[in-house]
């Protein structure tokens, strides 16, 4: 069976009991931990930053899957590799063209595993030059910005193209709207990490809920 790597988003956990929050789903069999980093100008929104991150990285062990939604990820990168970040994922459309190579090379060279995002409306295939350097592949399938949102299942459809295309063990991560249904019609058509914060969150059994992910 094919290992589904469950990333729960601490986007929707108490960010004033943020350690408690993390040993809930480290607890209950999470794989990763997935941050949110906002900026204010690639989003609007403006979450956490590389403080945060140093402080994570103290009281878990799980590894620290880190999605800049970041203008500029290139100032970064350095940064949050120091802190802690164990899979590094930027924006495709964040970076100009002529750039991404280079990112995703500072990534590795930071010993970090190295992945790359698209927007909803961001077509799959512009990311395939970049797959035999990728670890990871984040197909978002919400406008990234907000927990909360509403799954875009059209977003799920550009996974089989990246699969098809994508060399031996590289991951495909999905984030955005995730729950138990829109979670299974993503691993039908070929994702095998899912984030998730609502449903994992705000989940009267967080075992359970991140066990129907899988
Ligand atoms: C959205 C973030 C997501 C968010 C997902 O911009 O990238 O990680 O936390 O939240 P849910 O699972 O609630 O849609
Ligand atoms: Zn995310």
Known sequence: MTKIYISPSILSADFANLERDIKLVESNDADWIHVDVM?????????????VVKSLRKVT?????????????????NDFANAGADIITFHYEAVEKDKIESVIQMIKSAGKKAGLSIKPKTEPSVICPYLKDLDLVLVMTVEPGFGGQKFMEDCADKIPLIKSNAPQGLII????????????????KGANSLVAGNYIYKSDDIKKAIESLR
């Open 39 to 51: 900026d204010g100008h690639f989003v609007s929104n403006i979450t956490i930053g590389i403080p």
């Open 173 to 188: 991560q999905v984030d955005g709207g995730i729950n138990k249904v829109t979670g299974k019609i993503c691993r039908n």
């Open 61 to 77: 062990n799980l590894p620290l899957d880190v999605h800049l939604m970041i203008e500029n990820p290139e100032k970064y990168i």
